[in-house]
């Protein structure tokens, strides 16, 4: 093949590897026809080299309330916060010792023995250290997921709640990557807006204006 054929072979498949790409939407490929990347770019992103995780199970007392409970409304966790410290422990492998401290709040709302709506709230904080693959040069990332189980009315004035957390703690790094790539995302599709009420009355089929005929009721 000459040099001339090989330009033209190379623009055809150029310009098919060009049209392929044009059809790569965001979202998962069909089952083994994955487009070829047409250029490897350098991003930059925190690249993660380790984790562990954690799930435990909090307890938490409300005591001494203004009235006495008579029923739970809801139980919520909300304002989580964490500070996490890396120290070296090990050259080779290398190894740090993450200090993790991690702190949230919880709102019980009640209702008391008038029927009023009452609400109470309290800090939940806890500390963990652990072992994972890094260095100095690296950062503590910390990760949660907080769900209140339920509350108990206990005695008089006492409500007894109980939330799981799931806790991720990551070493991290921003580092610059070479990857793969399609060429810049295409513009996302326009918005859906939620259809008002007197627009859903517009679109709808008229309503009846006539009551049956005998032989259309079975």
């Known amino acids: 093949m000459s040099d001339e054929e090989r330009d033209v072979q190379a623009q055809k498949e150029g310009g098919a590897a060009a049209a392929q790409i044009s059809e790569v939407q965001p979202g998962p490929f069909p089952p083994r026809k994955v487009p070829r990347p047409i250029e490897a770019v350098c991003i930059q992103v925190e690249k993660i080299y380790d984790a562990c995780s954690q799930k435990r199970c909090e307890e938490i007392q409300f005591d001494d309330l203004e009235k006495k409970p008579r029923h739970i409304i809801s139980c919520e966790t909300s304002e989580f916060a964490s500070q996490c410290n890396l120290t070296p422990i ?26 009023v709506e009452r609400t109470v709230q309290d800090w939940v904080q806890f500390e ?91």
């Open 128 to 218: 963990k250290s652990v072992v994972l693959f890094g260095t100095d040069e690296m950062f503590c990332k910390v990760e949660a997921v907080l769900e209140c189980l339920g509350c108990d009315i206990v005695g008089r004035r006492k409500i007894f709640c109980e939330v799981g957390e799931y806790v991720v703690i990551k070493t991290a790094l921003e580092v610059q990557l070479l990857i793969p790539s399609f060429g810049f995302c295409p513009p996302p599709p326009e918005c859906e807006e939620l259809p008002t009420r007197c627009e859903e009355f517009l679109e709808a089929p008229p309503p009846p204006l006539f009551p049956p005929q005998p032989w259309d009721i079975d």
């Open 90 to 115: 090990q050259d080779d492998p290398p190894l740090v010792r993450a200090d993790v401290t991690y702190w949230y709040k919880v709102t019980v709302v009640y209702e008391d023995r008038h029927g």
